[in-house]
């Protein structure tokens, strides 16, 4: 890092900070530091949409968090991954896009007394950062650089199970971030139609101006604190591949390391909860007791069985098959390659109301995560209910004074009642699923848990041998009004008592979008630059009024 001051430190290369970085660069001539911890460069089989499955067993580009055993699970410590890696998420994802319901902005705009986080404002950010392969308006955008598109191919199984649902009286929605989310489909990806590759957060925003000298990457790079001075955030101390160095910022220090690791770098800075800090003798730079808290998260239980037939993709990925499929691949562009495996869900209600509650996945295989073992992979269909707004909060904490500790994860899966209840109606709904033709007539026999499974007790012991994760961590450094004590951020994303330290990651969700959340994470990033370079405009046309006397601020700082 030949230089030491910047106008903007970013830390943390995942989604959000990729768009923070590159809109600075690009747009604002602003010298952008982004700090990443992970490595540059991810696999060429990434790019391919089916490659990211050979990674899920592995920790190749994902940090594996500590989970605090859970009471309510009987003791179990769920996996609880991060990607740790430029592109963050993005790099390493189902590449899911859903954007969520129109009620979720609006609830945190009508809580933020309108504070400009409406759906309403946020929909133009989702439009023009878009290139959807065959939508438009009024929803959807063409000209930007996220390119958006249905998958290459689907299987079987996964056109059974839509009309399936249909059968159930579910209506077919052909686009989940249009007018309605409620229905079944097919979901949309963030490939690349053209090529059929991933299109990541890199691919899209920060590769253009990876190679402009005003941007510096700091990959391999952790953050360890914050430095400040009075109300202000100065610098930020980082340890490479060169030792310890400090890192200065004249305008702004920008944390985008999401939901785990920006409320520890706040409290290893000595912002946060009074008693944590000084439970681990850091000292108490500002006693923020929300850092931390209000941690949410979508998480699944599965429901699975076997099949007649090869419907699905079970043994596509290896022996002849895999060099079949990627001849296939690399020849034209089709076949399995194209897929991610997640082709189809359904969003809807098991109670019956209007607004949906369960994101209900189809995956055309027998696939269960890595710390749930008894069932072995073979061709078969497993119906995976996600809670879209899961009422239990999580936390995070310290584990020790040592920045290089992770933190503690207490994710609460089922700490709230409501939760449990409401997955196994959900449970008992895709059993009615596999019920019903045509995936009846696809189904040789439910497997797990099997129909023996069948009172509610059991069902509720299924649920909490088996919950997962489905990597939507949110709400940590919750952004508030000013009248709320636990509110880390205001409406503009700024830390509360300074001035020039924001959040622009999930961890600012007040509460956790329906659905995957890539897509509002890369919105709200967006959003935040409009913001802080508004502002900074607003000061300098302040400045510059006759009347005023407060000194001017350019819109970019270079420094001397």
């Known amino acids: 890092m030949a230089s030491k001051r910047f106008d903007y430190i970013v830390v943390g290369g995942g989604s959000s900070g990729c768009?923070?970085?590159?809109?600075?660069?690009?747009?604002?001539?602003?010298?952008?530091?982004?700090?990443?911890?992970?490595?540059?460069?991810?696999?060429?089989?990434?790019?391919?949409?089916?490659?990211?499955?050979?990674?899920?067993?592995?920790?190749?580009?994902?940090?594996?968090?500590?989970?605090?055993p859970q009471e309510q699970l009987g003791g179990r410590s769920p996996i609880v991954p991060q990607a740790k890696v430029l592109g963050g998420g993005s790099a390493v994802n189902a590449m899911v896009y859903i954007r969520g319901q129109a009620q979720d902005y609006d609830a945190w705009d009508?809580?933020?007394?309108?504070?400009?986080?409406?759906?309403?404002?946020?929909?133009?950010?989702?439009?023009?950062?878009?290139?959807?392969?065959?939508?438009?308006?009024?929803?959807?955008?063409?000209?930007?650089?996220?390119?958006?598109?249905?998958?290459?191919?689907?299987?079987?199984?996964?056109?059974?199970?839509?009309?399936?649902?249909?059968?159930?009286?579910?209506?077919?929605?052909?686009?989940?971030?249009?007018?309605r989310q409620n229905g079944v489909g097919f979901m949309q990806h963030t490939i690349d139609w053209?090529?059929?590759?991933?299109?990541?957060?890199?691919?899209?925003?920060?590769?253009?101006?990876?190679?402009?000298?005003?941007?510096?990457?700091?990959?391999?790079?952790?953050?360890?604190?914050?430095?400040?001075?009075?109300?202000?955030?100065?610098?930020?101390?980082?340890?490479?591949?060169?030792?310890?160095?400090?890192?200065?910022?004249?305008?702004?220090?920008?944390?985008?390391?999401?939901?785990?690791?920006?409320?520890k770098l706040l409290m290893h800075s000595g912002i946060g909860p009074a008693d944590e800090l000084s439970r681990h003798g850091i000292r108490i730079v500002d006693d923020l007791p929300g850092v931390g808290r209000n941690l949410q998260d979508h998480h699944e239980v599965p429901i699975v069985a076997t099949t007649s037939g090869a419907?699905?993709?079970?043994?596509?990925?290896?022996?002849?098959?895999?060099?079949?499929?990627?001849?296939?691949?690399?020849?034209?562009?089709?076949?399995?390659?194209?897929?991610?495996?997640?082709?189809?869900?359904?969003?809807?209600?098991?109670?019956?109301?209007?607004?949906?509650?369960?994101?209900?996945?189809?995956?055309?295989?027998?696939?269960?995560?890595?710390?749930?073992?008894?069932?072995?992979?073979t061709h078969g269909v497993t119906l995976n209910p996600c809670l879209l707004r899961p009422k239990a909060r999580g936390s995070v904490r310290l584990a020790s004074a040592d920045p290089a500790a992770l933190p503690v994860v207490d994710p609460q899966f089922f700490g709230d009642p409501g939760d449990l209840r409401l997955t196994i109606r959900a449970l008992r709904y895709a059993r009615e699923v596999l019920a019903t033709a045509p995936v009846r007539d696809l189904i040789e026999r439910e497997i797990f848990p099997g129909q023996e499974v069948a009172s509610d007790e059991a069902l509720a012991e299924h649920c909490r041998r088996t919950v997962k994760t489905n990597y939507h961590p949110v709400g940590t450094c919750r952004m508030g009004r000013e009248s709320d004590p636990l509110a880390v951020v205001t409406p503009e994303l700024v830390v509360r008592s300074f001035e020039n330290l924001r959040i622009v990651d999930a961890s600012i969700m007040p509460t956790i979008p329906s659905g995957n959340t890539n897509a509002p994470v890369l919105a709200i990033a967006d959003r935040a630059v409009d913001i802080i370079t508004g502002h900074r405009r607003m000061i300098r046309e302040t400045a510059d009024a006759p009347s005023n006397r407060v000194p001017s601020m350019p819109d970019q700082v270079h420094p001397s």
């Not at 990541?200 to 510096?216: C, E, H, T």
């Not at 019956?352 to 992979?377: A, K, M």
Request: hydrophobic content about 40%; aromatic content about 10%.
């Open 19 to 68: 768009v923070v970085a590159s809109r600075l660069v690009a747009e604002h001539d602003a010298r952008v530091l982004l700090v990443e911890a992970g490595p540059r460069r991810v696999s060429p089989l990434l790019a391919m949409p089916a490659g990211y499955m050979k990674f899920l067993a592995r920790d190749t580009y994902l940090t594996m968090h500590h989970v605090l």
């Open 110 to 179: 009508e809580d933020l007394e309108h504070a400009g986080w409406s759906y309403n404002d946020l929909l133009p950010y989702f439009i023009r950062q878009e290139e959807n392969d065959h939508l438009g308006a009024p929803y959807h955008g063409t000209g930007g650089p996220l390119k958006v598109s249905h998958l290459g191919q689907y299987s079987a199984m996964s056109r059974a199970f839509v009309q399936t649902m249909q059968e159930c009286g579910i209506p077919y929605n052909a686009d989940f971030n249009g007018a």
């Open 194 to 263: 053209a090529t059929r590759r991933r299109c990541s957060a890199v691919d899209a925003f920060l590769q253009p101006v990876l190679f402009n000298p005003k941007l510096i990457l700091a990959a391999e790079t952790s953050a360890i604190r914050i430095r400040v001075e009075k109300s202000r955030a100065i610098g930020v101390d980082l340890h490479g591949p060169n030792g310890l160095e400090t890192a200065f910022a004249d305008a702004e220090v920008i944390l985008a390391a999401g939901t785990y690791m920006t409320p």
């Open 311 to 377: 419907f699905g993709y079970f043994g596509q990925d290896r022996g002849l098959a895999m060099l079949r499929n990627g001849l296939q691949y690399m020849l034209f562009k089709s076949g399995s390659v194209t897929t991610t495996g997640v082709e189809a869900c359904a969003f809807i209600d098991p109670d019956g109301g209007e607004r949906p509650t369960i994101q209900l996945y189809c995956v055309p295989t027998v696939y269960l995560d890595r710390d749930v073992s008894g069932v072995e992979p």
